[in-house]
């Protein structure tokens, strides 16, 4: 395993843990004091969400590159299905085509995927699963031409009625292995995988080379909110080393980044503490 006591090289920050994921929350800053913040600090790398690019997909990827980092993902693709997809389906294709153009244009090394949940009326993850994969094999050619890779991430099961009929690392294999194309990929997140005894045992399945990232935040004992509590690493009950152990054992020797959707605590908080704070905890606990 990766020691990390002395190295943040491979830290990442996805963006959301300054609260940029969701309107009028956190800080505020612009891609630019959030490139020049990270590379003050030796961050490796960033994950951007769409809402913060816009338009400017090209020059955020070319300024963040200029001041040494790589942008390791972009958030994300519309929900495919489930209650809160885009209606109707032909919405659902043109806004993940949008988002993987995005990606492409930023140069970002994986579009992140939630892939929403079940089918109204369908009663079915099965069925529901099955129409994520026909929309994921059909985007798939849409990325490798972009340069990069569709990272289905599993979300933990308490998202599986609105936000995620993918709920198991199991299930996110098995679609990867059924639509058998290079730019589909998984995300593995501690938030979502970190009760399961059998995640080392799937990603060996999977291999290190279809790992697309390591999501990095703690699952706090008392969480206020399943979406927005989530905790700083160390804070909670998550065997991080364990978890790492599980993923780097498949192979994977790519970005660590932290994610934290935190309304009321770390989102409040000065964006310059958060970053030293991520940095000191992942030497320390990751
Ligand atoms: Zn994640």
Same mark, same amino acid.
């Given at each position: 395993?990766?020691?990390?006591?002395?190295?943040?090289?491979?830290?990442?920050?996805?963006?959301?843990? /300054?609260?940029?994921?969701?309107?009028?929350?956190?800080?505020?800053?612009?891609?630019?004091?959030?490139?020049?913040?990270?590379?003050?600090?030796?961050?490796?790398?960033?994950?951007?969400?769409?809402?913060?690019?816009?338009?400017?997909?090209?020059?955020?990827?070319?300024?963040?590159?200029?001041?040494?980092?790589?942008?390791?993902?972009?958030?994300?693709?519309?929900?495919?299905?489930?209650?809160?997809?885009?209606?109707?389906?032909?919405?659902?294709?043109?806004?993940?085509?949008?988002?993987?153009?995005?990606?492409?244009? /930023?140069?970002?090394?994986?579009?992140?995927?939630?892939?929403?949940?079940?089918?109204?009326?369908?009663?079915?993850?099965?069925?529901?699963?099955?129409?994520?994969?026909?929309?994921?094999?059909?985007?798939?050619?849409?990325?490798?031409?972009?340069? $990069?890779?569709?990272?289905?991430?599993? /979300?933990?099961?308490?998202?599986?009625?609105?936000?995620?009929?993918?709920?198991?690392?199991?299930?996110?294999?098995?679609?990867?292995?059924?639509?058998?194309?290079?730019?589909?990929?998984?995300?593995?997140?501690?938030?979502?995988?970190?009760?399961?005894?059998?995640?080392?045992?799937?990603?060996?399945?999977?291999?290190?080379?279809?790992?697309?990232?390591?999501? $990095?935040?703690?699952? $706090?004992?008392?969480?206020?909110?399943?979406?927005?509590?989530?905790?700083?690493?160390?804070?909670?009950?998550?065997? $991080?080393?364990?978890?790492?152990?599980?993923?780097?054992?498949?192979?994977?020797?790519?970005?660590?980044?932290?994610?934290?959707?935190?309304?009321?605590?770390?989102?409040?908080?000065?964006?310059?503490?958060?970053?030293?704070?991520?940095?000191?905890?992942?030497?320390?606990?990751?």
């Amino acid at each position: 395993m990766r020691d990390f006591s002395a190295d943040h090289s491979a830290l990442a920050l996805n963006t959301a843990t /300054l609260g940029h994921n969701v309107d009028g929350q956190g800080a505020g800053w612009s891609p630019e004091q959030v490139i020049d913040a990270c590379a003050d600090r030796g961050y490796g790398a960033i994950a951007f969400w769409r809402r913060e690019i816009g338009s400017r997909a090209h020059k955020v990827g070319e300024r963040t590159r200029a001041a040494g980092l790589e942008v390791c993902g972009l958030c994300r693709a519309p929900f495919l299905v489930g209650p809160l997809a885009p209606k109707p389906r032909s919405a659902v294709v043109d806004d993940f085509h949008a988002s993987i153009d995005m990606a492409a244009e /930023l140069g970002a090394a994986c579009l992140t995927i939630c892939v929403g949940g079940v089918v109204a009326g369908s009663h079915s993850m099965r069925e529901s699963l099955k129409l994520v994969a026909e929309l994921v094999a059909e985007a798939a050619p849409r990325a490798a031409a972009g340069g $990069l890779t569709l990272a289905l991430e599993p /979300l933990n099961p308490v998202y599986g009625g609105n936000r995620s009929c993918l709920v198991t690392t199991r299930d996110a294999v098995d679609m990867v292995e059924a639509i058998g194309h290079p730019a589909v990929t998984v995300a593995v997140d501690v938030y979502h995988v970190w009760w399961d005894l059998g995640l080392s045992e799937q990603l060996r399945r999977l291999g290190g080379h279809r790992i697309a990232g390591y999501h $990095l935040c703690d699952w $706090l004992a008392d969480t206020t909110d399943v979406l927005l509590d989530r905790g700083m690493m160390g804070d909670g009950v998550a065997d $991080l080393k364990h978890i790492r152990e599980a993923v780097e054992g498949a192979g994977y020797r790519g970005y660590c980044e932290v994610e934290i959707f935190s309304s009321n605590n770390w989102w409040k908080c000065d964006p310059n503490e958060v970053l030293d704070v991520c940095i000191e905890r992942f030497k320390s606990v990751c």
